[in-house]
């Protein structure tokens, strides 16, 4: 999908970083458990939530529904933008 299909980039640039301080926050990243895909699992749940929080949020900031498949692919974006951040580097002398 082409996000310019269904967001501008104000709206594009909110959800990104929408996502991106939500899955900070619940730790997404930290979660280590098997990729279940039953729904039951707490990634998935917690993706749930998110998807629900953010269509909320983007109704409120821009006043019109978003397409789900836009929140989505946002929300994976997000993650994958999240993994490939480099580790920050150590200031002053390591021993």
């Known amino acids: 999908m082409d996000w310019r299909q269904w967001l501008d980039v104000k709206q594009y640039e909110f ?17 280590n458990e098997p990729l279940a ?18 269509a909320v949020a983007y109704l409120e900031r821009f006043s019109q529904p978003v397409a789900p498949i ?9 993650e994958l933008e ?3 951040r480099p580790a920050k580097k150590l200031t002053g002398p390591t021993h």
């Open 37 to 54: 895909y039953d729904n039951f699992s707490v990634y998935d749940q917690l993706c749930q939530q998110m998807l629900k929080e953010a």
């Open 82 to 84: 999240l993994a490939g």
């Open 15 to 31: 959800l990104l970083h929408w996502f991106m301080r939500r899955q900070r926050e619940l730790k997404l990243s930290e979660l």
């Open 70 to 78: 836009a929140l989505t692919n946002m929300l994976h974006l997000a």
